[in-house]
């Protein structure tokens, strides 16, 4: 297949002990998936359906980068999320059979321009240019799942400079892995290579230039990522 422009690079995941890599498709985000991070964000904490948004494929930055500091923002904020991917896909998946689509785990941060996606909120509009920026979803190589099982609970932090600012379990998760997957393929159909970030625990806060990010997910991976000054 030849193009009237250049064609743009495929975007992929490392795997661990894999030369290949996992071609990622689709970004989906799962919204205030966590109770504590509901209230934090002014929301009550009931188990009501979930929601999602998106970000770009090309948002994804590997581990280890250092990082421009995001433009058009005097407000950037960190989340530390629990990545799914899904090795193959489908519609109306089962709660039962819905970890039997899922490839691997990842360690991921779904960074967010918290000014623009607050005005965004106050005005009615979408939140994309809050969420889907460039380099807004830094992410580990994957963990095939045939591996580390599939992981439920467990802690998942993130520190700023050494300082622990978000910390949680898996197993707070309002809604779980399987019923998030199952939700998502009601509304859309899954295919392979879409990640799914699960939400994010409470302690959401600012970041800066020079700031150094890391996170961890128990029996997953360790994420870092710096911004430069």
């Known amino acids: 297949m030849s193009y009237v ?120 509009r979408p939140w994309e240019m809050g969420k889907g920026f460039d380099q807004s979803a830094p992410c580990t190589a994957l963990k095939k799942a045939s591996v580390i099982g599939h992981p439920a609970a467990g802690a998942i932090w993130l520190k700023v400079n050494g300082e622990v600012r978000q910390k949680g379990d898996l197993n707070q998760h309002i809604w779980n892995t399987p019923e998030t997957i199952s939700y998502l393929s009601d509304l859309v159909e899954l295919f392979p290579g879409d990640i799914i970030m699960m939400g994010t625990p409470a302690g959401v806060g600012p970041c800066f230039p020079g700031d150094r990010l890391e996170g961890h997910v128990d029996g997953v991976g360790d994420l870092t990522v710096a911004y430069l000054k």
């Open 5 to 124: 422009i250049e064609a743009p690079k495929a975007v992929s995941l490392p795997v661990e002990g894999e030369t290949a890599a996992f071609p990622v498709r689709r970004i989906y985000c799962v919204g205030r998936n966590y109770a504590d991070h509901a209230r934090e964000m002014g929301h009550d904490p009931d188990r009501e359906p979930p929601f999602f948004f998106q970000k770009p494929a090309d948002a994804i930055v590997p581990s280890g980068s250092t990082i421009p500091f995001p433009v058009a923002t005097k407000d950037l904020h960190h989340e530390i999320e629990l990545v799914v991917a899904i090795g193959s896909g489908g519609r109306n998946i089962s709660v039962d059979n819905a970890l039997k689509h899922v490839y691997g785990y990842g360690v991921g941060l779904d960074m967010t321009r918290r000014d623009l996606q607050g005005e965004a909120k106050k005005m009615g």
